[in-house]
């Protein structure tokens, strides 16, 4: 699960980044608002990768969502944009449930690693 919820903190990072550009140039947000939204969100959701080791990191994870929905306050745009993230950000959280459970079940019956079925 902390695999997959990084991989999509870091892609928003990435695109909280570029959005930067857009606020400024597109949308006329002024640059003192832009630089210090845009890149702390991005900064936020690098850190929050980091932090993911921790159940409070999930919670953090699922804040920056709504913030950057909220993005869409500014450049229109980012709603579409952040709800799509989000949605990713939830099936990364649910899915990377549902496989620690089978991997925690497989276990507890005795498989072998990774749910694999042994060779005779």
Known sequence: MRGMCAAMLMFEA????LAVPVMISVESVDKAVALPLGLGLAL???????????P??????????????????????????????AA??????????????????WAAEGHPAGGEAEQV
């Open 88 to 105: 990713l950000w939830c099936a990364a959280f649910v899915l990377g449930r549902r496989i620690e459970a089978d991997k925690a079940r």
């Open 44 to 54: 936020l959701c690098l850190l929050t990768a980091g932090m993911l080791r921790r």
């Open 56 to 85: 409070e990191g999930y919670l953090v994870g699922h804040v920056l969502q709504v913030a950057t929905i909220a993005t869409g306050l500014l450049v229109p745009i980012m709603f579409f944009v952040g709800a799509m993230f």
């Open 14 to 17: 990435l695109l909280l980044g």
